[in-house]
Each structure stands twice: as C-alpha cells, then as structure tokens.
C-alpha cells in the first residue's frame, strides 16, 4: 500500500501521513456503499435533509481549530483567511438548508388533465429528483470551500444525493479531517452509512469516475486534468455529467474616467484582487485593461510600486510554483509582454513576490491570455474602447469580467457591458470579481474553458446540478411524492400553467 | 453540387429534389449570419419575441396543405397523424410564447447589498439568458414536431437564440417547405435575417455541428449519430453542449390484478401503442411485463390475434425496414426470445405487419433489451413482482416507463415505482407512453442512453437547455435588464431570497 506523504509548502518539507491511497477494490465498495445510501436517502423528506445539512454546519465548526490548523500547513495560506473560508463552508451548508426547506429548487409543475387544442390530456406531474452518488474532485486553493466540505457536497447533498470525495493530494491530512467532521456529524444525526465517502490517490480517483454507481462528477481544477477525467466518462458504457470549473482569465476593463478620477484606488484594489491568496483564486483578475496616457500611467506606476515593495508570498505547492515561471516566459516570449516587475523567490518554500507585465492592446494575442496561478496580472494598454472589444475577444471566455467606469461614462459602460456579456458568467462594476458572495443570485460558471456546462458552482442554484427532472402521468396520489399531490403545498408550483406560492 | 433525392416509403419510389446538398463554404455563412442575428435578438424585448412566436405558429397553419402533402410522401405516415403533429407543432410555438411572456423561465434573482454572517454581501442580480446560435438535428419519425418546426426550434428560439436546422434526409421537401414558412412568417414579422437558416446533408451537417458560430446542438435520433455528432464536437476547440434524445425501450408492467380483471382493454391499448405511427415513436412500449398464467395468456392472445389480423404498415425508409428484421433476428437468436407472429411483409414500398415476441422474465438479458424501430414488442412473463424487479434493471434507461395495476394493489404499485423510479424521466399509470403530451410539466427525457442531460425536450422547460446563467454585481440601473431593475416586475423573481409572483 502507497503511502501518501503532505507537504508544507511554508518550508518545502515532506513529511509521511497516516493515509494510503485507496486501492481498486475499496473504491468500489465504497461506490457501492453509496448507491445503497442513495435509495435511503432520496426517500427522506426534505425537512430531515435541511436538518441534515445544519448538523454538518455546526460539525465543522466544533472541529474548526483542528481543521484550520492541517489546512495551514498544507496549503499555507493565512489563518485568517482559512478561518474565513471555514465559515463560507459552514454558511454554504446552511444556506442550502434555507433552499431545501424553501422547495423552489424543486420546480414542481402540476398539469391536471383536461381539455386542450390537441385534445384531452392526461395529469402530469413534474419536479426535480436526486441523480445518485455524486463523485467530487476538490480544487488545491480551497482547502474546504472547494474542497471535501465544499460547495459540490453541500450542494450535492442538499439535491439529496451521497457524495465520495476524492482527496486532494496537496491537503490530504486536511481532507481526512474534513471528511471525519462530515461524517461523525452525519452518524450522529443519523444518516445512512454510506452518505459519505471518501477515496484518496490519483489511480483511486480515475477508479471512482469510472464507476458504475457514480451518477455525475463535481469538478473545481485544471482544464488538463478536467480533460482527463471527461476522457474516462467517455469510455463508460453509461456516460455521466460532468461539472468542470476549469481557467479564467477574468478581464478587468478601467475606462479613462474611472483612472482619471480615482487611479490610486483601482491600482490598490487592483493589486489586491490579484495578489490575495498569491494570486490563487479563479476569480483572479489575470488580464486588466487600462487607458495609454498620463492618468492609465498612474494606475501602472501605483501597481508596479506596490509589487516592487511586496513580500514574497508562499503559493500552494511545488507544481504551481514551477509553473508559474514557465508562463510568466511564456507570456513574455511568445505572448510578447514587457516585463515590468519580475518576481523574487522568498527564503523558503514555493515563495515568490508579485509579478507585472504589460502590453499594448493591438499586439494582444491569445498568446499573452494564458492564466497564470500566482500573483500575475497582464496590463494592456489601450487608446479607444474599439481596441478592447477586438483584444477581450481573445481572451479565453471566462467566469467574470470587471468594468470600471465613472457614474458619466452612460454609453462606455453600456459599449463594455455588451463588449463581455456573451463571454463570462459574471459582470462586476466598480469592484473586484475575487470575494465570491455564496447567495441565492451568484453565478460563478461561464462559457468554456470557463466552465463545460450551464451552471454555477457558487450559489444556491448550484443544486440544479445534481437533479435531473421526472413526471409522473395520471399517478394515484400514494405514489406521488408529497410536495406534488393536490391541496396546498408548502412549496411554490405552478399548478396548469400559474405560479403559486408556498402556502403559509 | 449533389442533388438530394427523396424517396416515398409507401412505393418505394425515389426521384431527385431541386434541393443540393449545402457546401462547406454555404454552412460556414449561414453559420456566420445566425451569429450575427443573435446579436440583435438577445436584445429584443420579451414580448417582441412572444409574437415573433405566434407568428411563426400562424404561419405553419396557413401552409398546412403543402406541409402535410409533402410529408405523407416522404414519411409515408396517414395523414389524419400528420395533422395532428402540425398542429403540435403550432401549439408548441404559442406555450413558449406564453411562457415567455410568463418570464419565470428566467429564473430572475435578486440579492441586495447586504451584511451576511461572513461580512458586507455586494448586489447581485441573476437570470437566465439565451447562449447563441443552436444547431437542431431533426428526426425521421415526427416530420414536424421534431424536425424543422418541432421543439428543439421553438425552445431555442423562445430562449432568444437563432437556429440552424440540418434537414432530414428522409424528408428534404419538407424540410424545405418548414423552413420557407418560418423564414416567411419571420420574415414578415420583422425578425432579422439569420433568424433561421437551414442545411442539406449529412456533410454539411457535421460541418454545421464544428462551426465556431454553433454553441449548442439540439438532436433527436439514433444513440448511434448521436455518438458520431458528439465526436465531432470533443474536436471542437470550444467544446459546446449536446442535447441528444437517444434511445427508448420504455418498459411496461401489467400487475395481477389489472391483467385479471381487464385484459381485452390491456390488450387492445397496449397493441395500439406499440403500432401506433408504425411503432416507429420513442416513446413506443418495446418491452412489456405480463403475468405467467391465465390472466396474462388472455393478453398475450389479445395482442396476438391484433397482430396476426393486422394489415402491413409503411416504415418511414428503407434503413429502418432493413433493420427492423436484423433486430428482430437478433431478439430470438442471441436475445433467447420466441416468436409468436412473425411480421408479414406487404405489397408495396417499407412494409410490414406487427411482430409479436415473449420471453420468461428469468431469461431477461440485455440482449434482448434492444430498441427495435417499428411494430414490434416483447411480452416478458413473470410469476413475481421480484422477477420484474431483476429484469428491468437490465433494460437500458428510458424516456418511460408504465404501471398498470388495480386500486387495490397498493403494495404492488409503490414496489413497481420504487423499481423504476431510478431508471426513467416519465413513470405513467394506467395509460400508455406514447402521445406525449405538450405541457408545462412534461418530462421527456431520462437517464443515458434515453438522453445525455438532465434535460427534457418536450414541455416548457425544454427552453432551460438554451440558456445560460449570468450575474451583474453592483451593476448601474441602466445596464441591468428590465426584468432585474428594483420596483415591480411582471415576472416572478426571487428577491433576497424570498420569491414574488409577477406584478398585476
């Protein structure tokens, strides 16, 4: 049995864990664990599951201070923003607790039988359903809010579906501890055995996407390895969805009047959307758009201070370490990006300082849109909003684009808006795409390589994932679920064609 | 240039079109002007696109004679049959127009700038918004309904997209004639050029399905294109996404009781279902559990005598006819079944009587669990609830599945719906699959091979596989959408997490 060894990308030091990886035959009964968890779970009434969902809230932040404190050597990022993230991970379970307890995600139509132009039609009855097992694959720069405790297994769960995670290599003490924070709540409340599991190592991972009981896969990482596991689902005798949160280039666009009025501003918002969390966000603003000219030089010369004087910061592991300086030569050499800031490796561990280029809007190419995980950012200057519109189209579609324009500026903002409306997931104005809010609105998805489907991985709507819709034609009530017999109902429907309420 | 021919199955006669098949250089402008057209019809109100819906509806019926005249010589389908499925047809393109004036397939939210338990929450508004030019790939079975004017074109244009049909090459005149009474109801309506567009041949198809222009591709046909069309676009530098209706054994169950105390009426609908349109519908009941013993031998001598005495039926082309007795072979040599009549071939053109095959339920292998196209089904009899249990679970996943069983065998139905729940989109009680109806609440769709989503394409919801989610955070008034702007609405929106009817 294969060892697994953790790294503290703090000091490089590479330690043994506990953990082996999970072999072929383990993957499968705990695949076949959780189908049989499935037919007990999706049989539970959606008050038991929000119930559920709070006592997996509260059992994460009983085990806060032993979670936080493997993530910190793990990953190496900073406490307060681990504990921040734990909270976002406790407050995702709540809220889709809020939203199974709603029932609005369920989409419950009911069509009584009756006359219609094409004749008499049968009763039909529709909502959204669990889909079974969900596989999910944790992302390196979450170590809880995309990771085992993430947004996939809340919302998974929350669709009333069990969930095997598969660990992330860069944080698996982290991954156990979440992983043993899950279920000790679970047990404890009383879910199946099975609601819950958990398979380390790259072979176990390969094994479990390609398991007959799994129905669908949660995926937040590379577009590389999310190539990989869609190249497994393709050689399965029953293909399944997969979800991939895969690259984001993320444009930033500030218009002549936004840096005209408040340069010093956006260079320090700027500058910290990119290099929070060393720059290791999909949301990080990767590629920014500001004006040629005295007042686009301000916003320039105020990033390049702050890059010039920042410390080293520590990035997750030793792959993305060495990347980065492969890209950054990438963007440059082939990109044809001047280097205005050149990186400076810390003392110890996969530490570097911010790093800034720049190039003028004409010469961009998809060349110099590559996304580099660090603290990066592509500067483009440009003379006329025309220029942008050609080089945005260039950049790979991504999660978020950000326009920054002054309350004046009508028809600039209205040219920008509909500049990247057809390429991203998200539009923010006057602020910064990093600091996703986890709300019922949030759409964190775009059009590929962004992501490979029409959802979002953020928000309440991200259950819709994990469901799939069945109707059930002339049913005698008995066999019909609950929430979709006749009389009042305590979720919204549309009942022959008009939107009710829930009934108080 | 190729010359299309069109053949009419009912005499087998095949002569040439004044349609060529569409150039590589052809798709690539068509593809090129729908992309164009997208950028003005995302822009359009939601009530402009509501009557460019009934437009194209009254547009259908008025050239109803020369629509039916042409299918019923391609198609060889009656045409009281052909009738009916264009006025469908039609009344597909007036739900959507009510559903869009509706507006809650826009799934709007809205979450004010608040303070959240993990700090100040920025404004996010959230809706649903059209993805771009779709490909439709048209059936051979339903010449209108899922063909050029079907449900795939309408949702797609109720979504706000534009559409690109790739015709059928079992019904080119038709096709044409579709086309040219959209383009024209479009046309007069106002709607731009490119609304529509429309290629021939399976070249050109492919071509149409890697176009860069494409961003999603509605399809209804064999598993086998189906594979082929999703090749194509894995090739694709920008993957896009495949919304295929594949495959359909749609499994029937008769209890005890119902077979004791009505076989002639089990008898009677279930044969009329499985002829229906030549049983050449997806939805048609290819495999059907029946009692061992007396009660159930009734049936089995119902549907036996209706196929003995049955005339011979035209299929839609010589593919299918060819193939429908490969199948059949194939059923009795390797599936283990017997044959109880044996399809007669008739005078002239595809033709042929029903087929008639029975199996014990032990014996159930997936061998002979394949969809057979045509007038064919197999009478699986068992001695236990158990035994149907066992074999269903070895037909593949389909659109439907049915339940016949008397009011009193309550045990009965909720152990058949526990079986089947799983394994289908659509579960009908005391009915029959086929005759789908056009509803709100409709699912057609199911897990792999039924479908490849999680997606219905029949029904008001088909219009969610044609959209796309997106969010503007702090966004400025004028930049929102109508339907996101603060006040009333008159759609339904879910408002910091509380949901509201449309305004008066």
Redesign the interface.
Known sequence: MTTLTTTDPRTGVTVDTDITATSAETVAQIAARSGEAFRDL?SRPREWRAGLLRALADGLEERREALIGAAASETGLAEARLN?EL??SA?QFRIFA?AVE?G?YL?A???HASE???GP??D???ML?P??PIAVFGASNFPFAFSVVGGDTASAIAAGNPVVVKAHSSHPVTSQRSYDALTAAANAYGAPNGTFGIVYGQQAGSALVADPHI?AVGFTGSLHTGKILQGII?ERP????FFGELSSLNPLVASSGAVAARAEAIGEGLFGSVTGSAGQLCTKPGIAFVPAGPAGDAVVSDIVARAESAAAQTLLNSRIHGAFDDIRARLIDEGGARSLVAPRTGDAGFSLSPAVLEIDAPDVTPAVAEEAFGPLVVLVRYREIDEVRRAIELVP?SLTATIHTE?DE?DT??AL?DAV??L????????YPTGV???????H?G???AT?????SV?V?AVRRF??????????E??LPEELRDGSADI?R?VD?V?H??AE
């Not at 029953?238 to 969805?241: A, H, L, N, V, W």
């Not at 991203?424 to 602020?431: A, F, L, P, S």
């Not at 809010?437 to 759409?443: F, K, L, P």
């Open positions: 999706r921040g909270s976002r407050f809020d709603d609005g989409e139509i009911i069509d219609t132009p094409l039609g049968p039909v009855r529709r359903v889909i079974g129905t393709d029953t293909p399944i969805p579609r309350p009508v903002r209205a808006t409306e057809d991203v997931g998200r539009i923010v104005y006057n602020g809010r986890v709300a019922w609105a949030m759409n998805g059009p590929w390589p490979n489907t029409q959802h979002t928000g709507t469901l799939r819709p069945l109707a059930w034609q002339d049913a005698p008995e066999v919204p549309r064609g939107l309420l829930a």
